[in-house]
């Protein structure tokens, strides 16, 4: 199985700062990670996919990079509905592992 | 729109057996892999099996393989988990999802407990 390794597992920050999350694979995964974002105890909410794509309707402050085994989400200008839990996933081969977890605090 | 409807939670005790339903629309149901996905108290997001959009192919997370048998009737767009053996480390909020994770449903909580 493909482990998947989320730093760090949790942030401060304040509205408007820029911060950035990684995601490590344990094997190469191409470009097939996704992003997700969960707040308490909601569904959760696809942002990025093959890496970099964002989903529809998804602010652009939102962005993704990366490929094969290292990834980066960015947050820039973090506003107060962005403060939730971010996780990633791949799902080049099955199970579609994901990252611990990231919980976003405010400051 | 996608909309994911998930049903057949409740409280099981250890051991019992349990079958979630996952009712679709506003897509095409048999064209698209599905997948469940759970949350336990605390913990963060775990996935626990995949299916295709024909029905022919299955996979299962480490944790509940030869526990779980994920199945789909594409005639009335729904997606299913059969649980068995359930152990209080079940206990979750369990998710489907369209494809990798591009929709979810709202979940529904499955507590397994004495």
């Known amino acids: 199985d493909i482990q998947m390794t989320q730093s760090p597992s949790s942030l401060s920050a304040s509205v408007g700062d820029r911060v950035t999350i990684t995601c490590r694979a344990s094997?190469?995964?191409?470009?097939?990670l996704a992003w997700y974002q969960q707040k308490a105890e909601k569904a959760p909410k696809s942002l990025i996919s093959?890496?970099?794509s964002l989903e529809s309707a998804v602010p652009s402050r939102f962005s993704g990079s990366g490929s094969g085994t290292d990834f980066t989400l960015t947050i820039s200008d973090l506003q107060p509905e962005d403060f939730a839990t971010y996780y990633c996933?791949?799902?080049?081969?099955?199970?579609?592992?994901f990252g611990q977890g990231t919980r976003l605090e405010m400051k | 729109e996608v909309h994911l409807v998930e049903s057949g939670g409740g409280l099981v005790q250890p051991g019992g057996s349990l079958r979630l339903s996952c009712a679709a629309s506003?897509?095409?149901?048999?064209?698209?892999?599905m997948s469940w996905v759970r949350r336990a108290p605390g913990k963060g997001l775990e996935w626990v099996s995949g299916?295709?959009?024909?029905?022919?192919?299955?996979f299962y997370g480490d944790s509940v393989k030869g526990r779980v048998t994920i199945s789909r009737d594409n005639s009335r767009k729904t997606l299913y988990l059969q649980m068995s053996s359930l152990r209080v480390e079940d206990t979750a909020v369990y998710y489907c999802?369209?494809?990798?994770?591009?929709?979810w449903g709202q979940g529904t909580l499955v507590t397994v407990s004495s």
């Open positions: 999802a369209k494809d990798r994770g591009s929709n």
């Open positions: 506003g897509f095409i149901f048999s064209s698209s892999a």
């Open positions: 299916i295709s959009g024909s029905g022919g192919s299955t």
């Open positions: 094997q190469g995964v191409s470009n097939w």
């Open positions: 093959g890496a970099s």
């Open positions: 996933q791949q799902y080049k081969s099955y199970p579609h592992t």
